[in-house]
């Protein structure tokens, strides 16, 4: 399978008053030509730092160091303003959680989802016309000319985030980077707008990376998951890896802290604390002070990335081979033997 | 049968703008348990923030009655003051709410304060290191300021100036839905400790119906400004009865990838409930508007 995104040793960090913020500190993703990545990690975890430093999108305060970064076939490692402007829009859009400030308000939709075509292409009135009534019927939204004659005040969240989704693709880009595109929807909404994006991806063979915090949200759509945190990318694997084999504390922290349907009302499993300050990260795991199974040594050096499979990569002392045995709570104990329930099916077939 | 401690009673709020009136509650009523958790979901423009602000007093009630310990709310003889203290607000965005130049501190023994609930400056300050405590925040934080302070912990914060007045009632609405998962159930949990603590009732007002399930004894469900499925948390949960309730159920993100391939959303085709549409029981606790 080809990659049609590619970061090797990403660092990004911001020059503030008070101190410079280590915002991303070495990341390497890749994302899979045709499939969907998710990046899941609280606020200041750096996950949209991250796309915004591949599209160039972060500000001057920003200080970017790389070793590759790969856009298509595009060499973005040492690339000027000039360079993404010239990928944005046509090689990969971005889509984000409110679509009101993405939108002008005092522009009609349909002449707004035209312009980002006429930054590339120069169709005539007639052809333009006829590709952004095209675009807005692709979102499944009815009555195309009748939304293109609309101010974005005129319509509902819903419609508006699918008016954003037609101008993200109309240029017919080869990546959409959705940056918690759902967040501000009600579920019913959100899971319309999931179908929406999956039914785009499989039609013009899109490679999505979406950003997002909702571990329910990524089960619906992800073929492989990043987990991020301070910065790092702590694990990483298949959907099916993370969802029924989770290995970082962090993760099984993230899937415990939603409620399933058969949750008795003891407690929720929690982990305790507050993400670290990205100003001054601490010697070792920056999770160590979160984690109830942190090891002497989380304290004392950054654990490397040990590999379970080829696919699925954990940044975790407790992946060591030294680690003595240890236990994870039972709702991933459950999850573990639905791993080995699956594989065990897919050994067979 | 006791009476309830919250008793609403055909309650309606209608907003009027040039000319045109939204209704945004329509004739709704129940009752809420002392001790007890109801959850109040629905989706955003239900009605479900306005119902809980006009119960807890903040809101305008256009017809109906809001009863709290019996005594109806604006009625003669009303105590405002004492409903005041008993009934605390929790919103989303605590910081919206704070000061930005008032230290924690303070802002924690405003209401002391205002009800006198401490014989001397000593007796305040114990009371607000004990509700720093009891929300779990350190002792130095009644002397910072709100900035200083992750979103969880302001929530903390909220938290604390809330059980400050011994409220015996909260209405909480969304309390959670801006925190990061791992803090959201810090928060989930410390409601649930001071729940047992003080014996409090709540009413929980969301759109995360995983956390209702979890959270709550009953749940009322809300659509177009009116109730349109009610009863214990279990009945609804298990064997939605109305369109809205079965398609809001079935859009829940399970995190499961092998339940979501497999999940099939159930299209809302409800439409606008029938004026004379009332809430009839279906099932043992369990009410749907039909």
Known sequence: ?349 | MPEPLVAVQDLSVIFRKNRRALTAVDRVSFAIDAGTTVGLVGESGSGKSTTGRAIAGIGPITSGTVSYRGQVLGARGFDRRAFRRQVQLIFQDPFSSLDPRQKVGDAIAEGIENFRLANSAAERRDQVQALLAQVGLPPDAANRFPHEFSGGQRQRIGIARALAVQPEFLVLDEPISALDVSIQAQIVNLLRQIQRDRHLTYLFIAHDLSMVRYLCDRVLVMSHGRIVEAGATAAVYTDPRHPYTKSLLSAVPHADPIYEHQKILVPDTSSAPAPDAKLTPVAKDHWVLQ
């Open chain 1, 1 to 349: 399978m080809s990659d049609i995104i590619e970061i090797q040793n990403l660092h990004v960090q911001f020059q503030e008053d008070h101190g410079i913020l280590h915002a991303v500190n070495g990341v390497d993703l890749t994302v899979h030509q045709g499939e969907t990545l998710a990046i899941v990690g609280e606020s200041g975890s750096g996950k949209s730092v991250t796309t915004h430093a591949l599209l160039g999108l972060l500000g001057k305060d920003a200080t970017v160091t790389t070793d590759a970064m790969r856009l298509a076939d595009v060499d973005l490692t040492h690339a000027t303003p000039r360079d993404f402007a010239g990928v944005r829009g046509r090689l990969a859009s971005l889509i984000f959680q409110d679509p009101l400030s993405a939108l002008n308000p005092t522009m009609r939709i349909g002449r707004q989802i035209g312009e980002a075509l006429t930054v590339w292409h120069h169709p005539g009135k007639a052809a333009l016309r006829q590709a952004v009534l095209e675009a807005i019927a692709d979102v499944e939204l009815p009555d195309p000319a009748l939304v293109a004659s609309k101010y974005p005040h005129e319509l509902s969240g819903g419609q508006r985030q699918r008016v954003m989704i037609a101008q993200a693709l109309i240029a017919q880009p080869r990546v959409l980077i959705a940056d918690e595109p759902t967040t501000a929807l009600d579920v019913t909404l959100q899971a319309q707008v999931l179908a929406l994006i999956q039914a785009q991806k499989a039609k013009r063979d899109l490679s999505v990376v979406f950003i997002t915090h909702d571990l329910g949200v990524v089960a619906n759509i992800a073929d492989r998951v990043a987990i991020m945190y301070a910065g790092q990318i702590v694990e990483v694997g298949t959907a099916t890896e993370i969802f029924y084999h989770p290995q970082h504390p962090y993760t099984w922290g993230l899937l415990d802290a939603v409620p399933d349907d058969t949750a008795d009302r003891s407690e929720l499993f929690t982990l305790p604390g507050t993400p670290p300050d990205m100003h001054q990260l601490p010697v070792g795991d920056p999770f160590a002070p979160r984690n109830p199974q942190a090891l002497a040594i989380d304290y004392q050096q950054a654990p490397p990335v040990f590999a379970v499979t080829p696919t699925h990569r954990v940044r975790s002392w407790l992946l060591d081979p030294r680690t003595p045995p240890y236990q994870p709570p039972v709702s991933i104990q459950r999850r573990w033997a639905r791993y080995a329930a699956i594989m065990k099916e897919a050994s067979h077939a």
